[in-house]
């Protein structure tokens, strides 16, 4: 899927739109640019990506604006180009409908990487009966967990985290969206319950050095590591 995927690229700056078309078109991607949140809305139906690059600071309409129409339409992955680098900012850029984001200056391997990682999750939005990621394997209808082939014991508070980390597989999960799922709405603003559950799946993990396999974004949220 890596090969032939077509990236709509929307920044208004020259030299980005530039850079991004040489580094993404020599990686086989076909690239699409647009220089404003107009141009860029207008190419979603006629380019029809497989992921969108959008940078924030647009010069007519709002990125967070762009980000919210462009989710009105269609799920395709959208990696944010942004300066902003505040907890705040990156909460509400994933809360608003964001995939993940680059905060600027950014290189062009990591941004590839972060393109690879939305192709491979929007090939999988449906959730299969097994999960495999490197050692470690999951059967979501008997909800047993193995690494190595070696079963891991999970409650079932860690097993639904875990899953749902899971289901949006190298990507951030934001603190609300974790509590909100596993222990419903009144429960947005028990950061706590989070810290104590991880730091017991971690132990677990460790004992199969698999303790990097869920990455904290400090005041953020949580992600899965693709193995």
Same mark, same amino acid.
């Given at each position: 899927m890596t090969k032939g995927a077509k990236i709509l690229v929307i920044d208004d700056e020259p030299s980005i739109r530039k850079l991004l078309n040489?580094?993404?078109?020599?990686?086989?991607?076909?690239v699409e640019l647009a220089k404003?949140?107009?141009?860029?809305?207008?190419e979603l139906n006629n380019f029809r990506p497989d992921v969108i690059i959008l940078d924030l600071g647009l010069p007519d309409i709002s990125g967070i604006e762009v980000l919210n129409k462009i989710r009105e339409r269609t799920e395709t992955p959208i990696i944010i180009l942004t300066v902003r680098d505040s907890e705040q900012d990156k909460v509400l850029l994933l809360n608003s409908g964001a995939d993940d984001y680059l905060t600027k200056p950014f290189s062009p391997a990591e941004l590839s990487a972060r393109i690879k990682v939305a192709l491979r999750h929007s090939l999988n939005l449906k959730e299969e009966p097994v999960y495999i990621n490197g050692p470690l394997k999951i059967d979501f209808s008997t909800r047993l967990v193995e690494i190595s082939g070696k079963p891991l014991k999970l409650t079932n508070?860690? +097993?639904?985290?875990l899953k749902i980390l899971v289901q949006h597989a190298g990507k951030i999960v934001t603190q609300k969206q974790l509590l909100k799922e596993v222990w419903g709405p009144e429960s947005i603003n028990q950061s706590h319950y989070l810290r104590i559950? +991880?730091?017991?799946?971690?132990?677990?993990l460790e004992k199969f050095s698999l303790s990097k396999l869920i990455i904290t974004e400090p005041g953020v949220g949580y992600r899965l590591l693709l193995l």
């Amino acid at each position: 899927m890596t090969k032939g995927a077509k990236i709509l690229v929307i920044d208004d700056e020259p030299s980005i739109r530039k850079l991004l078309n040489i580094s993404l078109s020599t990686e086989g991607y076909t690239v699409e640019l647009a220089k404003s949140g107009k141009d860029g809305l207008l190419e979603l139906n006629n380019f029809r990506p497989d992921v969108i690059i959008l940078d924030l600071g647009l010069p007519d309409i709002s990125g967070i604006e762009v980000l919210n129409k462009i989710r009105e339409r269609t799920e395709t992955p959208i990696i944010i180009l942004t300066v902003r680098d505040s907890e705040q900012d990156k909460v509400l850029l994933l809360n608003s409908g964001a995939d993940d984001y680059l905060t600027k200056p950014f290189s062009p391997a990591e941004l590839s990487a972060r393109i690879k990682v939305a192709l491979r999750h929007s090939l999988n939005l449906k959730e299969e009966p097994v999960y495999i990621n490197g050692p470690l394997k999951i059967d979501f209808s008997t909800r047993l967990v193995e690494i190595s082939g070696k079963p891991l014991k999970l409650t079932n508070t860690e +097993f639904d985290l875990l899953k749902i980390l899971v289901q949006h597989a190298g990507k951030i999960v934001t603190q609300k969206q974790l509590l909100k799922e596993v222990w419903g709405p009144e429960s947005i603003n028990q950061s706590h319950y989070l810290r104590i559950y +991880f730091s017991q799946l971690r132990s677990k993990l460790e004992k199969f050095s698999l303790s990097k396999l869920i990455i904290t974004e400090p005041g953020v949220g949580y992600r899965l590591l693709l193995l």
